[in-house]
């Protein structure tokens, strides 16, 4: 019963941006966005979060459309370290059950 | 920043035996804990969702009295594997929230039944 949706697997050029999409269309008013990543055998690591504007930090920025309905993870200068599953989850907070999708692997190659 | 500990971030146990994680959030008040369970190539898989004082809520196909999770403090949660068989070998994630608050993973528990 995920609530994401996005595609199995992504290649990037090192350098290059990383354009990752993901598809929440039952989100709720309440349900922010999350991305985390995952690199095999270690937690997930967070990214970014945001509920209805854009978000940038050191790591990454989120777009999110005006409908919520879907939202794009960039990694502006992708490295060879950033290959890893990047998962996108909608969550409210306050006890409500948090449920990962399949995630999208990304791997960047020289 | 903060952090989500899990301890022991490797087990190696006997088939027959129970094996205890422990989750514990280092500098904040966890009000909501979550446990995963993650095979090799899949994604993680919500096992329960626990919150401070009261029952874990399991998720269907989870046994409740096999993975038995305790959430007695705002800062410690922890899942026991109780009569352990080798199909329970599997990485096991906790994470911990605080209401209105980023989500924090802990490194995660590779439990090896032999």
């Known amino acids: 019963d995920a609530k994401t949706t996005q595609p199995p697997s992504m290649d990037c050029a090192e350098g290059r941006a990383a354009n990752l999409p993901c598809n929440h269309s039952?989100?709720?008013?309440?349900?922010?966005v999350y991305w985390y990543r995952q690199i095999h055998s270690q937690g997930p690591q967070y990214i970014i979060h945001?509920?209805?504007n854009n978000e940038t930090n050191e790591m990454a920025s989120l777009i999110i459309t005006e409908d919520r309905k879907s939202s794009t993870l960039i990694l502006p200068h992708a490295t060879l370290r950033d290959t890893a599953v990047y998962y996108c989850?909608?969550?409210?907070?306050?006890?409500?059950?948090?449920?990962f999708g399949t995630g999208t692997q990304l791997k960047v190659e020289l | 920043g903060a952090v989500v500990s899990q301890h022991p971030s490797r087990v190696i146990c006997k088939s027959g035996t129970s094996v205890k994680i422990e989750c514990r959030s280092l500098?904040?008040?966890?009000?909501?804990m979550f446990w995963y369970r993650q095979f090799p190539k899949q994604s993680l898989m919500l096992m329960a969702t626990?919150?401070?004082?009261?029952?874990?809520?399991?998720e269907q196909g989870v046994e409740k009295d096999k993975f038995l999770i305790n959430h007695a403090s705002l800062t410690l949660s922890t899942l026991t594997v109780t009569s352990a068989h080798p199909e329970d070998s599997s990485f096991y994630i906790c994470?911990?929230?605080?209401?209105?608050?980023?989500?924090?993973f802990g490194e995660g528990s590779r439990l090896t039944v032999l």
């Open positions: 039952t989100i709720s008013g309440n349900e922010y």
């Open positions: 994470s911990a929230t605080v209401a209105g608050g980023e989500l924090f």
């Open positions: 626990s919150n401070e004082g009261s029952k874990a809520t399991y």
């Open positions: 500098d904040f008040q966890a009000t909501t």
């Open positions: 945001g509920l209805k």
């Open positions: 989850i909608v969550y409210a907070g306050g006890g409500n059950k948090l449920t």
